[in-house]
């Protein structure tokens, strides 16, 4: 599976912002997907995470009311809807779909898209 993350850019604290991931060489519907994010100079962190099925889905603390994943499967894309950004969510996004089953944990994931920039002004 190769995945392609786009969506980022700058925006200012309190914007929204919708990043996609779209895949090739599989369907995405038979994967988890998950969104981690690594912010200048910190490890990679998990955001939010649905399950294969849609049915489970998974946030960090840090992002619970503010961002939503979903997938669309006539796409083969995921998204990740950003509200109410803060300048804390400044990071290089990365998307990523596990075969198995959806977790918090990197190691979970077996495939990775190249991440994509945003940067939240105050």
């Known amino acids: 599976v190769q995945l392609q993350a786009c969506g980022g850019g700058l925006v200012q604290a309190g914007d929204s912002l919708r990043l996609s991931c779209a895949a090739s060489?599989?369907?995405?519907?038979?994967?988890?997907m998950g969104w981690f994010r690594q912010a200048p100079g910190k490890e990679r962190e998990f955001v939010i995470g649905?399950?294969?099925?849609?049915?489970?889905?998974y946030y960090a603390d840090s992002v619970k009311g503010r961002f939503t994943i979903s997938r669309d499967g006539a796409k083969n894309t995921v998204y990740l809807q950003m509200n109410s950004l803060k300048p804390e969510d400044t990071a290089v996004y990365y998307c990523?779909?596990?075969?198995?089953?959806?977790?918090?944990?990197?190691?979970?994931?077996?495939?990775w898209g190249q991440g994509t920039l945003v940067t939240v002004s105050s």
């Open positions: 990523a779909a596990s075969r198995y089953r959806l977790g918090r944990s990197s190691s979970n994931y077996d495939y």
């Open positions: 060489g599989r369907t995405l519907s038979n994967y988890a």
């Open positions: 649905i399950s294969w099925s849609g049915s489970s889905t």
